[in-house]
């Protein structure tokens, strides 16, 4: 069974992508890598791949796909598209594996197919990783499903992170429960071009919720780990979403330190994913010292 593994990055987020690559690779991921952008240019760091034709890339056993991706939305709400736009594309494809790229992989892979074999695969969030059967958000979500052609099939009771998503092909109908509530949503004049954190209160303020408004609507398989597998406990094994901001390419980890906060083990994983196969970072040796030094300043100076 042939894995297929997605991320969509916009900006400097490539830098994060060439390090989940990385992650992806030391734990054994064989297959295709698709990454979808809306840059004019490829990042530097498709020099040191052995190309393999326009856009196209190879390293050690992956083909890595740098796909241009017009998507009328911003990027986080068109997941579903995205993921079943590859299952369409490529027929031998037999699981999708989508992940944002500031998550690493921390596992060796044949758990990531195990796990995706179970259906839908995702972890919990870290900010309210349980919630309510009663919470009134899913009186909204429910209109929304009714309103989507769908009807609600169970109320989980949890509410995912959308940073991670598998399934194997015969659980694909998720996807389509999921664009369908999202298109839905544009048609009823939802704003699907940013999200909205600051208006947390509303039932929908970005991707997550049109994923868990889709869990209500659907009746087949899924595979759920809590919010520790996504490190969001300090706990790292399976994998490591850096939600932070700045993102750890961007982080002056010395000025933070001296500000008394404390250097991340996320960005600690980040930079140690980045020392290879591929090598995006320019200035990794320097921000390796700063990020040392910064621990040890953190040891006797905190906030």
Avoid at 11 to 29: C, K, P, T
Wanted: some cysteine.
């Amino acid at each position: 069974m042939k894995s297929l593994l997605l991320t969509l990055y916009q900006n400097d987020y490539h830098l994060g992508a060439a390090a989940m690559i990385n992650s992806a690779l030391r734990q054994g991921f064989q297959g295709r890598i698709v990454l979808g952008h809306d840059a004019a240019e490829l990042p530097a760091w498709t020099n040191q791949l052995q190309t393999a034709g326009p856009g196209v890339f190879r390293i050690e056993e992956a083909e890595i796909v740098f796909r241009s991706l017009p998507a009328p939305r911003h990027f986080g709400f068109h997941k579903p598209f995205a993921m079943r736009q590859m299952l369409e594309e490529y027929p031998d494809c037999g699981q999708v594996f989508y992940a944002d790229p500031d998550v690493l992989f921390l596992s060796p892979w044949p758990f990531f197919t195990g796990w995706a074999s179970l259906g839908v695969a995702y972890c919990l969030d870290c900010h309210f990783p349980h919630l309510p059967e009663t919470h009134p958000w899913r009186t909204d979500w429910a209109r929304l499903i009714t309103a989507a052609g769908h009807s609600v099939a169970r109320i989980p009771g949890h509410y995912p992170n959308s940073g991670f998503v598998a399934l194997p092909r015969e659980d694909a109908g998720f996807l389509t429960v999921w664009e369908d509530l999202t298109t839905t949503y544009e048609k009823e004049g939802g704003n699907t071009g940013s999200f909205q954190l600051e208006e947390r209160h509303h039932a929908i303020v970005g991707d997550q919720d049109l994923m868990a408004a889709a869990l209500m609507a659907w009746n087949g398989r899924e595979s759920v780990v809590g919010p520790e597998g996504m490190g969001f406990t300090d706990y790292f094994y399976l994998l490591a979403h850096d939600i932070a901001r700045p993102k750890a390419w961007r982080r002056n980890f010395l000025r933070e330190a001296l500000k008394g906060v404390k250097p991340s083990a996320a960005s600690a994983l980040f930079l140690e994913a980045s020392e290879g196969p591929i090598r995006a970072l320019p200035d990794l040796e320097a921000r390796r010292f700063s990020f040392k030094v910064a621990q040890a300043i953190s040891r006797v100076w905190k906030r």
